[in-house]
């Protein structure tokens, strides 16, 4: 049974199932499609429940807004008081005050549940948190939970330190979650993000652990570090232990699709015991390796995909990526690029997808730049 968590009066699963990247019943990106197959998606969270994991988090925008209606289907069968709803609301969307609560009563219908046990302010970056000042987002979910809607406040972030620092000043949060692994605790800025909220006493939920699976499937030389050190743990288990090792985390969001995945997670946060230094500085090594690869920071999240071009930007990003971690040679990846229905040529340098972009990725830049240098 899976490791688990004090939190208040309660224990939160060390790990928990993130629903944005579900199995799908198309070979579309999982993020935005909202084909999910329900079958083998049951499977995953009868898997997860039944091994003790008790945390589940969707989103208003997960598979086109799909997500949602499913995890909430899929829990059904469960008694409502023996597993934990996380859910978010998204600010960018709301362009008007009643926004908020038409939004939040959608929640509920689509999760068919009458409460959240976690609810957070969606992706704040300084845009979203002005939103957030200015329709009294703060308030609102407070009254949510003053009805018994809401459990447990916080927000997920992708902004500056600064702004970062005023959001923490700003009210008596629950819990926060940051993007966090071994590559970013630098790359991302994570360590001072971790930091800020530990300094805070505010509990810390991880997303994106393995950077979008990039930490699965990282460079021949990094991956050999690992073997090294240690040839019975899996490559994507040295990232989820990494995160595991820090004293304010309260529980790790993995997008798993597939029972191997899941059960790698669980048996490595089963019993778990906190990394080493010399463990801590394997991972800083691979990270060295991974960063002079020259990857672009994708997590292939999707929040981009509303490109007036719809250009297929994350996948774009992904064959980039295999290629500069030499899985695949430079003439299958041009091969592959040409298939691709719309590519870097369409870009039109509008920089709407920049502004949607949670990791700050200047995408027409590099569309225009090192995409079309290489193919």
């Not at 969707?58 to 409502?80: Q, V």
């Not at 934990?84 to 609560?101: G, V």
């Not at 300084?126 to 939103?131: L, R, S």
């Amino acid at each position: 049974m899976i490791d688990r968590v004090k939190f208040k009066d309660t224990e939160v699963s060390r790990l928990g199932l993130g629903t944005m990247r579900l199995p799908c019943k198309t070979p579309l990106k999982r993020e935005a499609n909202p084909l999910i197959d329900y079958k083998k998606g049951q499977e995953l969270v009868d898997l997860a429940y039944q091994n003790g994991v008790n945390y589940f988090d969707t989103a208003y925008i997960y598979h086109a807004g799909k997500s949602e209606a499913f995890i909430g289907s899929a829990l059904k069968k469960y008694p409502r008081d023996t597993y934990f709803l996380a859910d978010k609301l998204p600010m960018w969307m709301c362009l008007k005050q009643n926004d908020l609560e038409r939004i939040f009563n959608k929640q509920l219908k689509r999760c068919d549940v009458d409460y959240f046990d976690f609810y957070l302010l969606h992706s704040l970056d300084k845009g979203n948190w002005e939103k957030v000042k200015k329709f009294n987002a703060i308030d609102f979910v407070e009254q949510k939970r003053k009805e018994g809607k809401v459990k447990y406040f916080g927000f997920s972030f992708h902004g500056t330190l600064d702004v970062l620092e005023e959001i923490v000043a700003a009210h008596d949060w629950d819990f926060a979650q940051i993007q966090m692994n071994y590559l970013d605790w630098k790359n991302y800025k994570s360590k001072e993000q971790y930091e800020i909220l530990e300094k805070a006493g505010i509990p810390v939920i991880i997303m994106e652990p393995l950077r979008g699976g990039k930490l699965a499937n990282v460079p021949k030389a990094a991956e050999e570090i690992f073997n090294k050190a240690n040839p019975d743990k899996s490559i994507a288990s040295w990232a989820i232990g990494y995160d595991a090792s820090f004293d304010n985390v309260l529980t790790i969001l993995s997008g798993m699709n597939a029972p191997e995945q899941m059960m790698d997670n669980i048996n490595t946060l089963t019993d778990f015991k906190p990394y080493t230094q010399q463990e801590m500085n394997i991972c800083y090594n691979a990270a060295a390796i991974i960063n002079k690869n020259d990857i672009i920071p994708c997590t292939g999240c999707d929040y981009c995909a509303d490109c007036p071009k719809n250009i297929k930007i994350s996948t774009v990003f992904a064959l980039y990526n295999k290629l500069k971690t030499e899985d695949i040679s430079l003439s299958d990846a041009k091969a592959q690029y040409l298939t691709i229905d719309a590519n870097a040529n369409a870009c039109i340098k509008c920089g709407k997808c920049k502004t949607h972009c949670p990791q700050m990725i200047d995408i027409p830049g590099l569309l225009n730049g090192k995409i079309k240098e290489v193919f």
